[in-house]
Structures are given as structure tokens and as C-alpha cells.
């Protein structure tokens, strides 16, 4: 069997294992639940705020696209507005279908029509990822400080077990950080031993000056001359989120009691979900966004699977549709900004 086969093979395998994880968890965030309950709550929600809380998601996307234009501008090249919300948008959308292949999507497209080279923009989409990875692990400090007293027992349920049984005794302790510092000096002489040898394999300087490329896209936020403008849009960008999941909160009554700082906690914990690699968050989210609504926020479990059942819903719906569109407006958009690159391009040359 060819290699390439083989890959195919262990590519479409994975896809299937962590699409079958996303069903599990889907049917354990519902088993117990009665369904023509669920649906009525669904059939008889507030729908006028899922409008609203989707209109914020298309304001923090356009947002995303003038931050990436940031950082593409950085590297001197130049997009529109549209380009980039068009190319944010099927990234979206491939998402929906492939964990994590929304990046190399986006990259792909505004690539392929602005005629800026994919390894920089990937290394753009890198910088703006590992940002946006601060940004939510400083949002689940403020969440865990501010909101210590109702988290507690959560977090005590979730992480208590794995603590305790590491953390049992000294032997554990030092096996624990033995196993790490032996990974991370593993890594770091199996690179010595391999690096010359790497440099005499077919392709290296291809390679190498891709993850330049890459390297260089990363950089780009060191480089920003407007790096308040960059902040501010992250602050757009993560509050179009927050609206995102707290206006939804007032389509069913029992979840309307929310506050915003309750939606902040959502938000943190669910995006957990989002991020799981599994096909568009599915049951992962639901399980995550269910048991943070039953469990911190004493929320009945009806009303929480029909919360997490809806979010997640217009969020997908919003993304197939809107990313579905962008991707044939890409194909029709003017090659004028094509030639504008083209041109960067030969300058840099």
C-alpha cells in the first residue's frame, strides 16, 4: 500500500474516532434528559435573541479581519477588508467540518487571491491564535478569582482525583516532575543528535525556509507599529464574544437570571469545547457548556441541554451559511489587490 494511502487511511480513521468521541458525548449530554421537553423549550424560545447574539458574532469577526489586516500589513502586503472577513469566515466554515483546518483554509484562499505567500500568513494566524490563547487564560483567571465561591466545588469534582493521586505522596511528586524534565531533555538532545543529519536530507532548504516564513508571520506582532490598535480589536473581538453567549442566555426563563460575569464563565469553560478536536465542538461543547450551566449555576438540566443545543446550533448554521457565501464572493472578488501584491512581492525581490 502506497504512503500516501496510508495516510488517507489514518487521516480519514482519526476523523472518524473523534467524530465518534463528539457523538458520545452528545448522546451523554442528553441521554437522561426528556427529549419532547428539550424540544419544547427549543420550539418555544426567545428567538429574537439569537439574532441579536449572532449579529455580535459577525461584528467580532469583522473585527478578526481587521486585526489579521494588522499583522498581513506588517509584513507589507496589503488586503482589503473584505478579503480577509471572507477568508475569517471559511475558516469558519472548514472548521465546522475539520478540526483545525479553518487555519490552513484561510491561509489558503487569501493566498491563493492576494498572492501573499501561505507560509506567512500561517505564521500570522500562529501569532494572532497564541494571543487569543493568553487572552482566554487570563479571562479564566478573572472567571476562577471573581467567581472562587461558585467554581469551587466544580473545579474540586473535575481536577480533586487527578491531584490527589499525583500529589499523594513525595514519590509521586518527583516522578511527576522527573517525567517531565526527562520529555523536555529527550526533545532537546534528540534535536542535536538529528540536526546535521536533517541538513544533508532531500527538501531541507525548502523546508527550512518555509518555517522561515512561518517564523517571519509570527513575528508580526513584535513588529506592529499599532500595537494598542491591535489590543483594542482583541478587546472588540472578546467582547462580541461575551454578547455572543450572554444574550442567548435570555431566550429561555430559566437561563434569564444570568448575569454578564455569568456568561464570562460560559464562555471560558465552553470555548474548552470549541477547541476539543472534535468536528465543529459537537458534544463537546454541549457536554461542557450543560454541566457548567447544571453544576455551577444550578440551571435544570432541560434548560441547559436546550441552551447548549441552541447556541451551538446558531453559531454552526451562521458559519455554514455566511462561510458558504464568503467562499463564492472570494472566487468573483477584483484581481486588483492580486496585481497590488504581485508587485510587493517583486519589490521584496
Excluded at 195 to 221: A, H, Q, V, W
Aim: aromatic share 16%.
Amino acid at each position: 500500500m502506497a504512503a500516501a494511502q496510508k495516510k488517507k487511511i489514518v487521516t480519514v480513521l482519526q476523523y472518524l474516532l473523534f467524530l465518534g468521541l463528539g457523538v458520545v458525548l452528545l448522546w451523554l449530554s442528553f441521554y437522561k434528559l426528556d427529549m419532547k421537553a428539550v424540544w419544547y423549550e427549543i420550539k418555544n424560545a426567545e428567538y429574537i435573541w439569537m439574532f441579536f447574539a449572532l449579529i455580535a458574532a459577525i461584528f467580532s469577526h469583522i473585527f478578526r479581519a481587521l486585526r489579521w489586516n494588522l499583522l498581513i500589513g506588517s509584513l507589507n502586503y496589503r488586503t482589503r477588508l473584505s478579503s480577509t472577513f471572507f477568508a475569517v469566515m471559511v475558516g469558519y466554515l472548514a472548521n465546522t467540518a475539520v478540526p483545525r483546518m479553518g487555519e490552513f483554509a484561510r491561509c489558503g484562499v487569501l493566498s491563493k487571491k492576494e498572492k501573499i505567500p501561505f507560509n506567512s500568513l500561517f505564521g500570522t494566524v500562529i501569532s494572532e491564535r497564541l494571543f487569543d490563547m493568553f487572552v482566554l487564560l487570563f479571562i479564566l483567571f478573572l472567571v476562577i478569582a471573581f467567581q472562587f465561591d461558585l467554581l469551587r466545588e466544580f473545579l474540586i469534582n473535575i481536577f480533586g482525583p487527578f491531584f490527589h493521586n499525583v500529589f499523594a505522596n513525595i514519590q509521586s511528586i518527583l516522578l511527576f516532575f522527573g517525567v517531565i524534565a526527562v520529555t523536555i531533555a529527550l526533545i532537546y538532545f534528540g534535536w542535536r543528535l538529528l540536526r546535521k543529519k536533517l541538513r544533508n536530507m532531500p527538501g531541507y532548504n525548502k523546508i527550512k525556509e518555509f518555517l522561515s516564513g512561518i517564523m517571519d508571520g509570527i513575528k508580526t506582532i513584535k513588529r506592529l507599529k499599532q500595537k494598542w490598535l491591535f489590543i483594542f480589536y482583541t478587546i472588540l473581538i472578546w467582547f462580541f464574544y461575551s454578547l455572543m453567549v450572554y444574550l442567548p442566555v435570555f431566550m429561555l426563563p430559566e437561563t434569564s437570571q444570568l448575569t454578564f460575569a455569568d456568561a464570562l464563565t460560559i464562555l471560558a469553560l465552553g470555548s474548552l469545547g470549541i477547541v476539543a478536536p472534535v468536528p465543529g465542538g459537537i458534544g463537546a461543547y454541549h457536554f461542557i457548556v450543560k454541566a457548567v450551566l447544571v453544576e455551577i449555576f444550578k440551571v435544570g438540566g432541560t434548560a441547559a441541554g436546550s441552551f447548549a443545543a441552541l447556541t451551538h446550533a446558531g453559531q454552526t448554521i451562521l458559519n455554514v451559511f455566511v462561510g458558504a457565501i464568503s467562499y463564492f464572493l472570494l472566487i468573483f472578488l477584483s484581481k486588483h489587490q492580486k496585481a497590488l501584491n504581485e508587485e510587493s512581492e517583486a519589490n521584496k525581490e
